[in-house]
């Protein structure tokens, strides 16, 4: 599976951006999938996830209420909207599939895609 993600940009503080993740090789509508971030100087932050059918979805206490994760698996394709945000949210986003995981405890990723920049200014 290669995954793609793109839509990051520069933003102003309360701004949104849509970020996408496109996956190929395989379908990904058994995978559980997610985001995570880093920012500079900082470790890998799992943001959020999202179960096979998306009726189940994890967010990082940071970003609840302000991102929503969703999936198309007819189009094989994952997104993370994000609303308000805030300079503490640049980061590089990843987006990232489990092949097996069945809970947000286990996700460990088998594949990550490229990243993709999200810079937010006060």
């Known amino acids: 599976v290669q995954l793609q993600a793109f839509g990051g940009g520069l933003v102003q503080a309360g701004g949104s951006l849509r970020l996408s993740c496109a996956a190929s090789g395989r379908t990904i509508s058994s995978y559980m999938m997610g985001w995570f971030r880093q920012a500079p100087g900082k470790e890998r932050e799992f943001v959020a996830g999202?179960?096979?059918?998306?009726?189940?979805?994890y967010y990082v206490s940071s970003v609840k209420g302000r991102f929503t994760i969703s999936r198309d698996n007819a189009r094989n394709m994952v997104y993370l909207q994000m609303n308000s945000l805030k300079p503490e949210d640049t980061a590089v986003y990843y987006c990232?599939?489990?092949?097996?995981?069945?809970?947000?405890?286990?996700?460990?990723?088998?594949?990550w895609g490229q990243g993709t920049q999200v810079t937010v200014s006060s």
């Open positions: 999202i179960n096979w059918s998306g009726g189940g979805t």
């Open positions: 990232a599939a489990d092949r097996d995981a069945t809970s947000w405890l286990s996700f460990e990723p088998d594949y």
